[in-house]
């Protein structure tokens, strides 16, 4: 009898497909989940993502503790499952004054089911200088989601060009980094005028993270 080669079927293997089925199953039908949907574009592209969990309560505390409606209109980037879009809105800012910038379609999809009054661009960061906002003022603030370690310094140059050209003046970007050291490096920030100040550590998110604030360097002056 010849000897006929069957299939893996380790555990590992059938779980992993079953894994892959059940995610596009659950987007499919709306009943996913914030952990599996970010799970699913982490697996598709996790230089993108960057992380994969979404940020947790204490993380979208610390980096939106600033923010109040009197920076309204708010902008922010690389949205997510909308973790940091929601406490925004806590802090007592409407969702129609919400400008969100996310790239992933699965993750617009689900934040025009939450948010269905913000305005929602499914566009590269990094190309906001040559996009509308559709906000009726300039943003007073914005928040960054994205994983800045991964990106280029080309990448980051236009990201931070973009954004401060679509603020007002005086206004900052508040984003963090897992690493200990600012995602953005001085000279980066010198060439565009602007400072990197910590605003806060956050062990409790996993993984622990560091909060920064942006601003342009005439704000102190």
Known sequence: MPFIKMPSRSPFALWAKAASVGIH??????????SLLFLKSWRENPAKVGAILPSGPALAAAIT???????APILELGCGTG????????????????????????????????????????????RLNLVHTGAEHAP??????????????KQQYRLLQGVFRVLRKSSALYLFSYGWRCPVSSDLLA???????LQDTVLLNVPPARVWKIESLD???
Do not use: W, Y
């Open 140 to 153: 007073g603030a914005a928040v960054c989601g994205l994983p800045l370690r991964n990106m280029s310094v």
């Open 219 to 221: 704000n102190s002056a």
């Open 83 to 126: 973790v940091f879009t929601q406490k925004i809105i806590e802090r007592g800012v409407a969702s129609q004054e919400l400008v969100l910038v996310e790239l992933d379609p699965f993750f617009v999809s689900n934040l025009q089911t939450k948010f269905p009054q913000a305005q929602i661009l499914c566009v590269d960061a990094c």
């Open 191 to 197: 060439r565009l005028g602007l400072q990197a100040e």
């Open 25 to 34: 199953h659950a987007i499919r039908s709306n009943t996913v989940s914030d």
């Open 65 to 71: 503790r600033e923010i109040s409606s009197v920076h």
